[in-house]
């Protein structure tokens, strides 16, 4: 039973996305493990109706998502995603056209601190039965919701500070170059993301297949070459080493992504030997 890219919610078309709890009709289903500490029912509902949301405590029609919590203390369990009556009921809905989205505990925790969450994935357990699996996605941990794009030139008073990564955002060829990322992968239908919540800030990640793809993006113009370079590289060296730590479902890939070639054909075998990929604007090689 797998999600279609697209099914109703609510009247509304799923992109994938649960992007608040505002106007949302939640039901729970095992217990909820907010940022590693088990969180109360009670306090769950409190925070979801503290931000928009409403709550019924059985599953209804009137459901648009499902928090799917840790079930293993319970008797209906599997061995590698938990499931409930709860999952049957939303996975039985989606199979007839009503989308009723599903949220992890870590899904749910992002929603309460303001970031979107992934609608996950559900399949039947086995032929004949009616278990249903919540289905782990690549990038679990890492990837957050579809990229926030930078506007160029908006600070506010007083704001800005001497911090090359954060003024490098700023500029237009950096925005330009994110840009013909954006395009260049939506060509292979693959979606520019922004950082998990508890991730290093990136500038941009994505998924293909088992790799998780996690990228800083460097202007040059106007800008020193070798200076921002090495600025990318080191700041995309740490992002993975950091990145080690998290239990995730794929293969991390760090990524130097650049306004134009280089000059110094020395970068790539550089880039090569630290594991990294390099690329660039337009063809963005490899990407």
């Known amino acids: 039973m797998s999600q279609k890219r697209g099914g109703i919610m609510d009247g509304r ?3 994938g996305w649960v992007r608040s ?3 949302q009709t939640l039901c729970f289903t095992g217990k909820v493990l907010i940022d590693g500490e088990r969180t109360i029912r009670k306090h769950c509902i409190e925070l979801a109706l503290r931000l928009g949301a409403g709550w019924k405590p059985d599953f209804s029609r009137k459901i648009t998502v499902v928090v ?4 293993a203390s319970q008797a209906v369990t599997d061995a590698r995603r938990e499931y409930s009556q709860k999952l049957v009921r939303a996975a ?3 199979d007839r ?3 009723v989205c599903v949220v992890d505990a870590d899904g749910f925790a992002d929603l309460v601190g303001r970031f979107p969450a992934r609608c996950r994935e559900l399949r039947q357990a086995e032929s004949g039965s009616d278990r249903v699996l919540v289905l782990p996605q ?3 941990g890492i990837l957050g919701g579809p990229l926030q794009r930078w506007s160029v030139g908006q600070h506010e008073a007083g704001a800005l500070a001497l911090n090359l990564d954060q003024l490098d955002r700023g500029t237009k060829a950096h925005e330009a170059t994110v840009t013909a990322l954006v395009e260049h992968l939506a060509r292979q239908q693959i979606e520019l993301r922004g950082h998990a ?3 290093p800030r990136f500038d941009a990640g994505w998924s293909r297949g088992d790799d998780v793809f996690i990228a800083e993006v460097k202007s040059l113009t106007g800008a020193s070459e070798d200076q921002q370079i090495r600025l990318g590289i080191g700041q995309v060296l740490d992002y993975a080493h950091q990145l080690q730590r998290v239990r995730t479902f794929g293969q991390i890939r760090p990524v130097l992504v650049l306004e134009k070639q280089p000059d110094d054909p ?9 594991g990294i990929l390099l690329t660039w604007a337009p063809h963005f090689a490899g990407c």
């Open 266 to 274: 020395r970068w790539r075998s550089l880039a090569e030997a630290g």
């Open 68 to 71: 799917h919590g840790d079930l």
């Open 92 to 94: 039985w809905e989606r």
């Open 197 to 199: 919540r508890h991730a």
């Open 13 to 15: 078309l799923c992109d």
């Open 138 to 140: 690549t990038g679990d």
């Open 97 to 99: 056209g009503y989308h």
């Open 21 to 23: 709890l505002r106007g």
